[in-house]
């Protein structure tokens, strides 16, 4: 066993150990309702429009229910049921979602996310996925459809499906790359697939014109913030390289029951600075072509959990980032000056203590 092998299974067992009871305290959800539903302006393509985002209620993701013990920094699971919901369930959840787009003028996007992987059989069966991508291909106005799923599931059996019944619509599937570097996904993210993994899922998709949004984490525990910036940087140039569609940048937020949050109690992590998802954003914009959308919707911005900066500047950056998400525009993207900006640069130089060496 390698020494990355042996960091590996620690980190995998205090990320199990983190998880604690999430599994035996999640409640039986009301399965007939989407765990949320929510609209948002977003753009579609080079458009503006509305995204309704519909969380499905269903097991979770088979990664954090498992020994593996999930990612280090995510407690989705905690919003899944106790209980498998049936197939009838799952189609009545995302028939009440979309009640929400009644009368909205097109384009919409619908984005449908399960706290897990839309393709697992066992969270969504074959039965449940071509009815509701029957009742999306029905509304003319729904424009682009996105679904989030861990690569293993993106089979070529159902990327076929895709096309056949969502036909001509833009199509990307959401997958959490976090970073392209093997080791900093494995040790500081507990992911459980490897790169080549990512490269083959988005290939066959792409052969059959779907594309992927890829989501990039920033800062990973165990990484200095510049360390977290370049690997950032370095994992959004690996993607646009293999031809991803989209770049979804996420800083990590300190949800419950993870190891990012034991950490975090600690002492020994601090969500990223809000200047720092600027840098990589801008950077992310540069590099990418126009017809690749780079996004980010930061949660929890401005709190202590989330990304943030003093305090002060701290909503005047989000709406900067906001702003620019909508146009695209790296003009949007300048946000008032603010003194923290010399104690970010500080930390961002000074961090003396490596827990990884970066690649
Ligand atoms: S980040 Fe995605 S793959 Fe990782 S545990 Fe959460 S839902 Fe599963
Ligand atoms: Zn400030």
Not at 253 to 280: A, C, D, F, M
Request: glycine share 8%; net charge negative.
């Amino acid at each position: 066993m390698t020494v990355d092998d042996s960091i590996a299974k620690l980190v995998a067992e205090a990320t199990a150990s983190a998880r604690g009871r999430s599994i035996t305290k999640r409640k039986a959800l009301d399965p007939s309702r989407p765990a949320a539903k929510w609209t948002t302006t977003t753009r579609v393509g080079q458009k503006t429009g509305t995204a309704l985002s519909v969380v499905l209620g269903t097991i979770g993701c088979s990664h954090a229910r498992g020994e593996a013990g999930g990612c280090t920094m995510c407690s989705y699971l905690l919003d899944g049921s106790s209980r498998s919901p049936t197939a009838e369930e799952l189609v009545q959840q995302f028939t009440t979602a979309l009640d929400q787009i009644t009368g909205l003028d097109s384009p919409l996007s619908v984005k449908i996310y399960t706290s897990g992987s839309f393709f697992d059989e066992e969270e969504v069966p074959p039965d449940a996925r071509g009815r509701i991508l029957d009742l999306i291909a029905e509304d003319a106005r729904i424009e682009e459809v996105v679904i989030e799923s861990r690569p293993e599931y993106v089979s070529e059996g159902v990327l076929s499906e895709l096309k056949e019944r969502l036909k001509d619509r833009v199509v990307e599937i959401g997958m959490g790359l976090e970073s392209s570097s093997d080791r900093v996904r494995s040790l500081c993210v507990n992911k459980g697939f490897s790169f080549a993994d990512f490269l083959s899922a988005v290939e066959r998709a792409r052969v059959r014109g779907i594309g992927v949004r890829a989501y990039v984490l920033l800062k990973p525990p165990f990484l200095t913030e510049t360390e977290a910036v370049l690997d950032a940087k370095k994992t959004i140039g690996d993607a646009l390289a293999a031809g991803v569609t989209t770049i979804s940048l996420n800083p990590v937020n300190i949800q419950k029951n993870t190891l990012v949050e034991q950490l975090w109690k600690g002492g020994h992590y601090r969500s990223p600075w809000l200047w720092s998802v600027l840098e990589v954003i801008e950077s992310a914009r540069s590099a990418a072509g126009n017809e690749v959308n780079v996004i980010c919707d930061p949660v929890a911005a401005g709190k202590q959990r989330g990304a943030h900066n003093c305090g002060k500047c701290d909503e005047s950056v989000v709406s900067a980032i906001r702003r620019f998400v909508l146009s695209q525009n790296l003009e949007d993207l300048k946000a008032p000056g603010c003194d923290c900006r010399g104690l970010w640069l500080h930390s961002r130089y000074h961090e003396d203590v490596a827990h990884l060496v970066h690649q």
